[in-house]
């Protein structure tokens, strides 16, 4: 279930300071350009960040007239890579507050991330050492096609005006389906995170995650404020910024105050491989293919999980994500221990954890995602809704897969954490030789298990579906921070 | 398993000589001429790595985990390692080869409490049950035709249920559950006193400079080794909690499950320095993310009550988790040469083959009979 902005009468007083696309995955704007650039003035390059700034959507509640939401109809945020960050003007002194895996940047990360062979940043399309340096990304989404195109247009316009001083590296477009669906064919995006106080959730509700998860300057699962970087009070004469909680360190100034980082990944999936490989296991049998594709998955393609619905697809259940897997499916009768969702997010099945244990550690590494799809879909999606899978599905040599964002507090506690210890790990919760069937580094030596009775069946070889093609770690800043790094320079 | 724990000085000016040594063995660890690392079959996990503190200046520390007694283990080590010429000669007093032993246990530093995973297994009997599960899933992989119809018939059959194995199951159960009960006693006794002096009210605002520490490590996953000070008059406060760990290690928990986190081979602690420092040897499966939150949520109580004995040492202890894992990583040491016996198995793996071989044998040797209900289950763990 996404996210959706309170109402304004409960909203928390920070959320005009958080960018929205934290909270909102903008359900109502399916269209998508994220555009990447490099800073060769430092002065240009503020300049262009304070012209952008009165565009950036925030997570404040949308104005509700007559009783009605009115939801905009373009949304706009902003990222920033270290190198971004350095560009602008940030002293190494500030710097030295962020953690090492962000400055240090996703590229030297690939051991942890699996980002190895095919997917190593060496061949990436956005990121990685052959392409221009990224310093910032524009999200910028529409609901309409043409609505994002004249947005961009003016985007342009103020990248135009900076005389070089910004210029644009890549841009990639992204789109939701309104099927809902990613390429192979699975509803996408159904289980994020409920987060304290955002949205339906009532502050103080034990099942939610905290704020402090998700952006800085928060509380988060230990009690604590997260490590947010800081700016010295003699860099921010104009005193933009606010002190740190609890009026910890005074001469300090919380430049992450409302941000968080944010985890760009461009990942391609190959869909006619990916059905290939089911027919091929499952024989030309349009329900037995679907089902193997289930079982690695953790859902069917309507998005129904298989805990719930083991022997068939339920569309009444396509968004239901309300569901444990120890009362019963301890042993992963029904969903695989290894299968795709179970890895992600165990919830209360991690071995050698009591339930509640293991609700406890998994909701502690939980993900805010964002994603949308790039590239034409290659198959009709809808007709697995009636169990009618793509046999004999040949690829067309056009590129498609999805642009996949994870926003947290901590880039090594949740994103890193999940895809190294969970996804990518070939003895997850006690397994023996397999990695995520969907987006682990599988290089067609290692297995799935489908635990059964009376014995386990294996599937071997599993190969790698989607590839890494592009990648950043980005820090998101909040609106005032946004603003102290619009403001120009002394020196400069 | 038994502990090595040895500490040399470097000579003068040689300690990039000798990291350089190790970290040649370790880039090619099969082909390297000095040390055969992969011919070792006595060692669990080794790990060499150059010290240092302003007071000793730069030292090597040898750690390993290691079956049988220190004697054969040494002469074994000697044989697969044709350089140690190479690496020691980098060290003072080191007499050459022939001198080695008692080179050795000159520097030898007794282990004051060490936990053990599997107590009962060597590196030999680790590998033979490894090998025996491999084998069962190739079996079940290539004969799943006639292996799914012989489980299906052996489920139809009567379950043996004689009045003895009644037996034998209750008295396991109820020795599991006084063990629990006793255990649960005793950590509510401990926890309060392990964590006495600590303060509640401590800052939820990290020192933003802490973000910084361990900036210089660059592989944290799989082992852990720090060296922390101990506080002044703490000794006898500190011996009480690790023998309070060691006797919670060793009689408190199943094989392989200490506070069951279930994912530590091992753990150690060794005082040296006259008692001033505290070197901590650890081994555990996964990240090091992964590890610092089975701190957290499952020993909080057994390692406050050691290291709130240490200099530095958060006043609010590991619940100020940033500020904790700053600490950690500064005390932190990276090995040059790390080798593990068998790296790709975890803990819990290492239970469930254990449980595997365990039955297997007890089924080839019962005397009443296939009992086709056990049969059933283990082969459903896989």
């Not at chain 1, 958080?18 to 003035?41: C, E, K, M, N």
């Not at chain 1, 999805?402 to 996804?423: D, G, K, M, P, Y």
């Not at chain 2, 030292?59 to 690496?87: C, M, N, Q, V, W």
Request: proline letters at 7%.
């Amino acid at each position: 279930m996404l996210a959706s902005p309170p109402t304004q009468s409960l909203a928390p007083s920070f959320l005009p300071d958080v960018q929205g696309i934290v909270f909102s995955g903008y359900g109502q704007l399916p269209h998508a350009r994220y555009i990447f650039f490099h800073f060769t003035s430092r002065p240009e390059a503020r300049a262009w960040v304070a012209s952008v700034l009165p565009l950036v959507t925030t997570a404040e509640p949308y104005p509700v007239v007559n009783g009605r939401k009115q939801k905009p109809d373009k949304a706009l945020n902003l990222a920033f890579t270290p190198a971004g960050l350095v560009a602008l003007g940030i002293s190494q002194e500030t710097m030295d507050t962020f953690p090492l895996e962000f400055v240090s940047g996703i590229e030297s990360r690939s051991a942890i991330l699996g980002d190895t062979g095919i997917s190593a940043p060496e061949n990436w399309d956005v990121g990685g050492p052959k392409n221009p340096v990224i310093h910032a990304m524009l999200m910028a989404f529409g609901r309409e096609e043409h609505i994002l195109a004249a947005f961009v247009a003016e985007q342009e316009k103020l990248v135009e005006r900076t005389y070089g001083g910004v210029v644009q590296i890549v841009e990639e477009s992204g789109y939701r389906h309104p099927d809902q669906k990613e390429h192979f064919g699975f509803h996408d995006g159904v289980s994020q995170p409920d987060i304290d106080g955002i949205g339906r959730v009532p502050h103080g509700d034990p099942s939610c995650i905290k704020r402090g998860e998700v952006v800085l300057g928060h509380l988060n699962a230990y009690d604590t404020y997260p490590l947010s970087p800081v700016v010295p009070d003699s860099q921010d004469p104009a005193q933009l910024l606010p002190r740190l909680p609890d009026g910890a360190y005074p001469h300090l100034r919380d430049l992450g105050r409302n941000g968080s980082y944010i985890v760009y990944r461009k990942l391609a999936q190959d869909v006619a491989g990916f059905w290939e490989f089911f027919e091929k296991h499952a024989g030309a049998d349009s329900f037995a293919m679907i089902q193997l594709a289930a079982k690695m998955v953790g859902r069917w393609p309507s998005g129904a999980p298989i805990t719930l619905r083991p022997d068939f697809d339920d569309l009444r259940l396509a968004n239901d994500n309300q569901f444990d897997y120890m009362p019963q499916d301890p042993d992963g009768y029904r969903c695989p221990i290894g299968s795709h969702i179970r890895r992600a997010n165990p919830r209360d099945s991690k071995v050698n954890d009591t339930p509640d244990e293991s609700t406890q550690t998994s909701s502690r590494h939980r993900l805010v995602r964002r994603a949308l799809s790039y590239g034409k879909p290659l198959f009709r999606r809808d007709a697995l809704d009636r169990g009618e899978a793509p046999i004999g599905l040949q690829d067309d040599g056009h590129p498609r897969g999805l642009h996949f964002f994870s926003i947290n507090a901590s880039i090594t506690r949740h994103f890193e954490f999940v895809q190294q210890t969970w996804c990518d790990s070939p003895t997850f919760n006690a397994e023996f030789e397999t990695k995520d069937p969907i987006i682990g580094s599988n290089d067609g030596k290692g297995y799935m298990t489908i635990q059964g009775c009376p014995v386990r069946t294996r599937v071997g070889n599993m190969p790698r579906f989607v590839t890494v093609r592009g990648g950043s770690y980005m820090f998101m800043p909040g609106l005032t921070a946004l603003r102290f790094l619009s403001t120009p320079l002394q020196s400069s | 398993m038994n502990a090595l724990t040895v500490l040399v000085k470097v000579r003068p000016g040689r300690e990039v000589e000798l990291k350089d040594v190790l970290l040649h063995v370790q880039a090619d660890p099969a082909r390297n001429e000095i040390f055969h690392v992969n011919e070792d079959c006595k060692t669990h996990c080794a790990r060499w790595m150059v010290i240092h503190d302003t007071e000793n200046g730069f030292r090597l520390l040898l750690a390993a985990e290691f079956d049988g007694d220190l004697d054969s283990y040494l002469t074994e080590l000697l044989r697969i390692t044709p350089g140690i010429d190479k690496i020691f000669s980098n060290c003072e007093g080191y007499p050459g080869r022939d001198g080695f032993n008692d080179f050795i246990r000159r520097n030898y530093y007794e282990t004051q409490a060490f936990y053990i995973a599997f107590r009962d297994e060597t590196v030999g009997t680790i590998r033979d049950k490894i090998a025996v599960r491999r084998t069962i899933e190739r079996l079940l992989d290539r004969y799943a035709g006639w292996a799914v119809p012989l489980l299906e018939a052996l489920g139809r059959l009567p379950v043996a249920h004689s009045f003895a194995k009644s037996v034998r199951q209750g008295m396991q159960k109820a020795r599991i559950a006084f063990r629990d009960w006793w255990v649960g006693i005793l950590l509510d006794i401990i926890k309060p006193i392990t964590q006495w002096g600590q303060i509640t009210n401590y800052s939820r605002v990290t020192d933003p400079a802490d973000v910084q520490v361990g900036r210089n490590l660059s592989r944290l996953d799989g082992q852990m080794t720090t060296i922390t000070e101990v506080k002044p008059w703490r000794y006898p406060r500190l011996r009480l909690a690790m023998a309070a760990n060691e006797f919670l290690a060793k009689y408190g928990y199943d094989p392989g499950q200490f506070a069951n986190v279930g994912t530590l081979y091992s753990f150690r602690w060794v005082l040296i320095d006259n008692r001033k420092r505290l070197i901590f040897l650890s081994v555990f499966d996964g990240s090091w993310q992964n590890y610092m939150g089975d701190f957290i949520d499952k020993i909080i109580w057994a390692l406050d009550g050691v290291y709130n004995n240490t200099k530095n040492y958060p006043p609010g202890g590991m619940k100020q988790i940033d500020a904790f894992q700053a600490w950690i990583l500064s005390c932190q040491y990276q090995p040059q040469l790390l080798f593990k016996s068998y790296p790709d198995e975890t803990v819990l793996n290492l239970i469930r083959d254990r449980k595997i071989n365990q039955s297997l044998a007890a089924q080839l040797y019962a005397a009443g009979g296939f009992d086709s209900e056990e049969a059933r289950s283990l082969l459903q763990t896989l």
